[in-house]
């Protein structure tokens, strides 16, 4: 089978490896899908570690192509999503019922092979079946739902409630989505590109905002955002968060910033304000609604663009810079 391996920094490789077989509580998985993430260009840039070689992907919708011995809930030809994260269940962490937080914690298409590949082995627990009329194009987007569940749970939006999201790339929508749908009074997006500006109108935001233009905080409410999300992840839009924070005010630091990014915030700020500041991280227990909800998120008006496994190489080019489609992704099969 081709695969998608990572070799090292900068060294990204289309080999041919031999497709693997599904031990007892195993699947193997045709992948049809599978999503171009920010982890994964950071991988390769040589920014976030993974053992090599392995190969990468782990946005991933496909088919269920062999099931081990013992699999019950799945089998041959089910149209199925990937949650990728899997945990040692013997730390602190994962003994308080907290496993995302766990150290050793390894994940398919950065520890474990994964979905950039024509097939790929995994344990069955960690496949969902999709439902009902969503194709993996937009299957593979469950995982990047499933993390944005679980920040909205960190946030616990109140019905009528004001909310700022900071950016408006992929999770950026779903966030606004799920704000919308979470009863939200009135959003407004914050995103300097003009199309993706249109994008969050059409996921449910009230009004945009470029923070490009000169003033642009002045066409807000003065006395703040009951919720604030920063969807950016950079120093700037965590600062931005926090003087746009209402009195009582929550915010989420959902966008990953570079690791060794510093913001200045004034602590007075937080204690005048009574502000809370919240992270998220990864997708604990969220996998099964974020499959629940696919077909609710209006993900068919993301503009996606997707590449054979052997353009890959564009694929990778279209992630980075970013604004030629919301999401990018790898047809394996093709
Ligand atoms: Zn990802
Ligand atoms: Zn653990």
């Not at 627990?125 to 009902?132: A, D, I, S, T």
């Given at each position: 089978m081709r695969a998608l391996s990572f070799h090292g920094a900068g060294d990204l490789r289309l080999e041919e490896l031999p497709a693997p077989e599904p031990k007892a509580g195993w699947v193997r998985l045709r992948p049809l899908a599978t999503g171009v993430c920010g982890t994964d260009a950071h991988i390769v840039r040589g920014e976030f570690p993974a053992p090599a070689p392995v190969v990468l992907g782990h946005e991933i919708a496909g088919t269920v192509d062999a099931v081990g011995a013992g699999v019950k809930h799945l089998r041959e030809g089910?149209?199925?999503?990937?949650?990728?994260?899997?945990?040692?269940?013997?730390?602190?962490?994962?003994?308080?019922?907290r496993q995302h937080l766990c150290a050793a914690m390894r994940a398919f298409g950065?520890?474990?092979?994964?979905?950039?590949?024509?097939?790929?082995?995994?344990?069955?627990?960690?496949?969902?079946?999709?439902?009902?009329?969503?194709?993996?194009?937009?299957?593979?987007?469950?995982?990047?739902?499933a993390c944005s569940i679980h920040g909205m749970d960190r946030l616990a939006v109140r019905s009528g409630s004001t909310v700022l999201v900071l950016g408006a790339g992929l999770v950026g929508l779903m966030l606004?989505?799920?704000?919308?749908?979470?009863?939200?009074?009135?959003?407004?997006?914050?995103?300097?590109?003009?199309?993706?500006?249109?994008?969050?109108?059409?996921f449910g935001a009230d009004a945009t905002a470029n923070p490009r233009a000169a003033g642009w905080k002045d066409s807000l409410p003065a006395e703040g955002f009951d919720f604030v999300i920063d969807a950016a992840g950079s120093a700037e839009t965590f600062e931005t968060a926090v003087s746009l924070a209402a009195r009582g005010g929550r915010i989420l630091v959902f966008g990953a910033a570079p690791e060794k990014a510093a913001a200045s915030i004034r602590p007075y700020e937080v204690f005048s304000k009574e502000l809370t500041i919240l992270g998220s991280l990864i997708n604990p227990n969220t996998h099964e609604?974020?499959?629940?909800?696919?077909?609710?998120?209006?993900?068919e008006k993301l503009r996606i663009l997707a590449f054979p496994l052997g353009r890959f190489q564009e694929a990778f080019a279209a992630q980075t810079a970013g604004t030629a489609a919301t999401k990018v992704e790898i047809l394996p099969q093709e």
């Open positions: 089910d149209l199925a999503t990937v949650q990728p994260n899997t945990f040692c269940g013997l730390c602190r962490h994962c003994r308080l019922g950065v520890h474990l092979n994964g979905g950039f590949a024509e097939a790929m082995a995994v344990s069955a627990g960690e496949v969902y079946r999709l439902p009902p009329g969503a194709g993996p194009r937009l299957g593979c987007l469950t995982e990047p739902l606004t989505r799920l704000a919308r749908l979470a009863g939200a009074g009135w959003i407004a997006v914050s995103e300097p590109d003009a199309e993706r500006r249109a994008d969050a109108v059409a609604r974020a499959v629940s909800l696919l077909p609710q998120m209006g993900l």
